[in-house]
């Protein structure tokens, strides 16, 4: 893990919290996924494109460090909203200090809607996998100190993963990790700056039999146009659904 002195302050913030958050009641034990009932993230996708639509990945984020105020709107009628306007996934924030999120939104959004559900958070731990049942569980390379331990104790417990990638050494690392399923976030975390070139110099790298999501900065038809040209195959997107109109949001970019 880089050190935070490379962080922007934000994402150091972040990080400290995700570091002294506490664990699930060891009560409660290990969650454990039905593979009968995990959503496949990869088919959604390609059945969201077979469909003729854009593969969005829509984000039910109450507010952010990067975002001004914030939305109370029940999470699952979001979640519904979204999927109404053509969402092949959804990823629902469960960090609860600077994204508003909680892993009960999460398992009322998923009982709720039929696609997958990705849960974003900041893992570190293996026991912070145990907080909520999801199709899908972000794991940030950045931040993770042994990402094959905790990608392979994900997948244990019946969990896709997302892992979630800044640069094409880090594609690497995860690829070496055996991740089928990478993220490429065009946000720096350094200084919070977007640039959607970053996927453009990024995804030529990765493999085809893996499943590339653009990440951060997509906020136009164009934008979605552009992600989708450079070879994504979902497109997760938070701010520029959650503002305003969530379902002729999510709708003008599927249909962009």
């Known amino acids: 893990m880089n050190a935070e002195g490379e962080l922007a302050p934000a994402v150091e913030s972040i990080l400290r919290a995700a570091r002294s958050r506490g664990t699930p009641d060891a009560r409660d034990g290990r969650v454990s996924m039905d593979e009968r009932s995990v959503r496949s993230f990869a088919d959604a996708l390609a059945r969201a494109e077979a469909d003729g639509r854009v593969p969005l990945v829509a984000e039910v984020?109450?507010?952010?460090?990067?975002?001004?105020?914030?939305?109370?709107?029940?999470p699952v009628e979001l979640a519904r909203k979204m999927v109404d306007g053509g969402a092949a996934a959804l990823s629902v924030l469960t960090e609860p200090e600077h994204f508003g999120g909680s892993p009960e939104s999460l398992r009322r959004v998923r009982e709720a809607v039929d696609v997958p559900v990705l849960r974003k958070d900041f893992v570190l731990r293996?026991?912070?996998?145990?907080?909520?049942e999801a199709d899908v569980v972000l794991?940030?390379?950045?931040f993770v100190d042994d990402l094959g331990g905790l990608l392979a104790a994900a997948r244990e417990r019946g969990f896709q993963v997302l892992v979630e990638v800044h640069t094409r050494d880090e594609l690497a690392e995860a690829l070496d990790a055996g991740a089928e399923i990478v993220g490429v976030n065009n946000r720096d975390l350094a200084n919070l700056d977007v640039d959607l070139d970053t996927f453009e110099s990024v995804a030529p790298a990765a493999p085809d039999d893996v499943t590339l999501v653009a990440e951060s900065g997509i906020?136009?038809?164009?934008?979605?146009?552009?992600?989708r040209?450079?070879?994504a195959d979902g497109l997760l997107v938070g701010s520029a659904v959650m503002d305003g109109d969530v379902t002729e949001?999510?709708?003008r970019l599927v249909e962009a």
């Open 229 to 231: 040209a450079a070879g």
């Open 219 to 227: 906020s136009t038809p164009e934008d979605a146009r552009r992600m």
């Open 126 to 132: 293996e026991e912070q996998l145990d907080a909520v």
């Open 61 to 74: 984020k109450p507010t952010s460090p990067t975002t001004d105020g914030s939305r109370t709107d029940d």
């Open 249 to 251: 949001n999510a709708r």
């Open 139 to 142: 794991l940030i390379v950045r």
